[in-house]
């Protein structure tokens, strides 16, 4: 495959003097990759392994970068979204940093059966990695909204999986999706015995932990992100999560986010450019708005969601995901093609 156009113009820009420097060079290889072109370093291979440095995330070149990418549908329903030719286009085409792997526990979820549930995602970090993007995994609990209901599950899976791809650096642990029904205080605690969890297996891996108000910073349970500031997770190396539907979440939870990145790292994990709901009108004015002030604040994200669910928040066309055919926007709905465009605008991962 062509290298990705959102790299073209850095590439051209960079291509005999900056490249070397910048870690924009040419890779030692351009042999296929199972399917997958490596024809350029991909976001994986530039950044290396992450860690969190003051309120920012950085590359293993001690510089902040953004993320930007896609979160599946839950795979208990969307798997078949989820497959080499459309994780191709979201990485060749898209131009994808990231990819995160949504995986509820329950709704049919991982309660149902955890050993096919743990194999999937295992097998979609493979896919991301082969594909140079970074694997975010989504421990999608979601209702209990409390994170504890689930602990004992949650500490039997992240062991297995951190032992697993420990010696990836491409690798994120996401513990908690959408807290909700729960004080932050009650989210802190299970957030102080899950972190060592996942250390004991994997030192060098970054973990989000979600906020309490279904990932809202507190807003959307009538509290604020003073709750963090004035009692933070007793760990390191992690970042709270924030979310957000543009059309629903305007004014108090934008103010909450502004106030709350210049004290907290901070990533998007899951954001729409319509309802709550995933559905509804495109709020697209409201979402540039977040997307701008997370671009110049290096705060990244992944958009909810990549499939062909009936919603708008889909981004594929209804029976898309039957097919084979994923390039391009003639599948994509128009926040499909909004959020594409996004994601295509160049990366700007520092490395000198």
Same mark, same amino acid.
């Given at each position: 495959?062509?290298?990705?156009?959102?790299?073209?113009?850095?590439?051209?820009?960079?291509?005999?003097?900056?490249?070397?420097?910048?870690?924009?060079?040419?890779?030692?290889?351009?042999?296929?990759?199972?399917?997958?072109?490596?024809?350029?370093?991909?976001?994986?291979?530039?950044?290396?392994?992450?860690?969190?440095?003051?309120?920012?995330?950085?590359?293993?070149?001690?510089?902040?970068?953004?993320?930007?990418?896609?979160?599946?549908?839950?795979?208990?329903?969307?798997?078949?979204?989820?497959?080499?030719?459309?994780?191709? @286009?979201?990485?060749?085409?898209?131009?994808?940093?990231?990819?995160?792997?949504?995986?509820?526990?329950?709704?049919?979820?991982?309660?149902?059966?955890?050993?096919?549930?743990?194999?999937?995602?295992?097998?979609?970090?493979? $896919?991301?990695?082969?594909?140079?993007?970074?694997?975010?995994?989504?421990?999608?609990?979601?209702?209990?909204?409390?994170?504890?209901?689930?602990?004992?599950?949650?500490?039997?899976?992240?062991?297995?999986?951190?032992?697993?791809?420990?010696?990836?650096?491409?690798?994120?642990?996401?513990?908690?999706?959408?807290?909700?029904?729960?004080?932050?205080?009650?989210?802190?605690?299970?957030?102080?015995?899950?972190?060592?969890?996942?250390?004991?297996?994997?030192?060098?891996?970054?973990?989000?932990?979600?906020?309490?108000?279904?990932?809202?910073?507190?807003?959307?349970?009538?509290?604020?992100?003073?709750?963090?500031?004035?009692?933070?997770?007793?760990?390191?190396?992690?970042?709270?999560?924030?979310?957000?539907?543009?059309?629903?979440?305007?004014?108090?939870?934008?103010?909450?986010?502004?106030? @709350?990145?210049? !004290?907290?790292?901070?990533?998007?994990? $899951?954001?729409?450019?319509?309802?709550?709901?995933?559905?509804?009108?495109?709020?697209? @004015?409201?979402?540039?708005?977040?997307?701008?002030?997370?671009?110049?604040?290096?705060?990244?994200?992944?958009?909810?969601?990549?499939?062909?669910?009936?919603?708008?928040?889909?981004?594929?066309?209804?029976?898309?995901?039957?097919?084979?055919?994923?390039?391009?926007?003639?599948?994509?709905?128009?926040?499909?093609?909004?959020? !594409?465009?996004?994601?295509?605008?160049?990366?700007?991962?520092?490395?000198?």
């Amino acid at each position: 495959m062509a290298i990705r156009s959102r790299w073209l113009g850095l590439l051209a820009a960079a291509s005999l003097l900056l490249a070397p420097a910048t870690g924009w060079a040419q890779s030692t290889t351009d042999q296929d990759r199972d399917g997958v072109n490596a024809a350029v370093a991909r976001p994986a291979e530039v950044n290396g392994q992450l860690r969190v440095c003051g309120v920012k995330l950085c590359n293993k070149h001690g510089k902040p970068v953004q993320l930007r990418g896609m979160s599946t549908h839950g795979i208990q329903w969307y798997a078949h979204c989820v497959k080499p030719a459309s994780l191709d @286009a979201l990485a060749d085409d898209w131009g994808a940093d990231i990819l995160r792997i949504s995986m509820y526990v329950q709704e049919d979820g991982y309660e149902t059966d955890p050993r096919k549930f743990t194999d999937m995602v295992h097998n979609y970090i493979e $896919e991301a990695t082969k594909r140079g993007m970074y694997a975010l995994v989504d421990w999608h609990q979601l209702d209990p909204g409390d994170p504890n209901y689930n602990l004992a599950r949650a500490k039997t899976f992240f062991t297995e999986v951190a032992r697993r791809h420990k010696d990836k650096t491409n690798v994120i642990y996401d513990i908690a999706n959408e807290p909700n029904n729960v004080s932050w205080a009650g989210i802190k605690s299970y957030a102080e015995q899950m972190i060592p969890v996942i250390r004991a297996q994997d030192p060098e891996a970054v973990v989000f932990v979600g906020t309490h108000g279904w990932a809202s910073l507190g807003v959307s349970d009538g509290r604020s992100e003073a709750d963090i500031v004035n009692n933070p997770i007793n760990a390191t190396n992690f970042m709270y999560t924030f979310h957000f539907y543009a059309a629903s979440h305007q004014d108090e939870y934008f103010e909450a986010l502004k106030r @709350a990145a210049a !004290r907290l790292p901070i990533f998007v994990t $899951e954001f729409g450019t319509q309802t709550y709901t995933g559905d509804g009108a495109n709020d697209f @004015a409201y979402a540039a708005k977040y997307l701008d002030f997370l671009a110049a604040n290096r705060i990244g994200w992944t958009n909810w969601n990549f499939s062909d669910d009936f919603r708008s928040g889909a981004v594929f066309k209804e029976g898309t995901c039957e097919g084979d055919s994923f390039a391009g926007t003639g599948v994509l709905k128009p926040a499909g093609v909004w959020i !594409r465009d996004r994601i295509r605008s160049a990366d700007d991962f520092p490395t000198a």
